[in-house]
């Protein structure tokens, strides 16, 4: 099994009430956690469905995958030693180590690692 493993993928909104009512009552995903006006995480099974607005996304206006690794420095300079480019170097925020790259063709990817504190 791989070190990495596809555990979130990022949406944009405008509007995070909007959004979070419209999954939840067209998808039936539940509400996991919110953190204020600009993210929300809903149970979409094995992978969260974030929903973000411009404050709080990576990206964007783009649609970001998360990948959970151990090992979030050598996971975005592979990336970027591979035809991929590095947006956000590696940092820690509150929860969780994490760095927002672009592979070779362009998509968005967000490398997280939850900090042990």
């Known amino acids: 099994m791989s070190e990495q493993q596809v555990r979130m993928v990022v949406l944009s909104t405008d ?30 099974g094995s992978i969260t469905l974030a929903l973000a607005t411009a404050i709080d996304h990576p990206l964007p ?16 300079a ?18 969780e180590r994490r760095a927002v790259v672009y592979d070779n063709q362009g998509n968005g990817l967000v490398f997280y690692k939850p900090l042990g504190r």
Request: no cysteine; proline share 2%.
């Open 15 to 44: 509007n995070l009430d909007e959004s979070i009512e419209f999954y939840a009552e067209t998808l039936g995903f539940a509400l996991k956690f919110r953190d204020g006006a600009h993210y929300a995480a809903l149970d979409g």
């Open 78 to 95: 592979a990336m970027e030693e591979n035809g991929g480019a590095i947006v956000k170097a590696p940092y820690d925020d509150a929860h």
């Open 61 to 76: 206006g783009k649609v970001a995958v998360g990948i959970k690794t151990e090992d979030v420095d050598g996971a975005a």
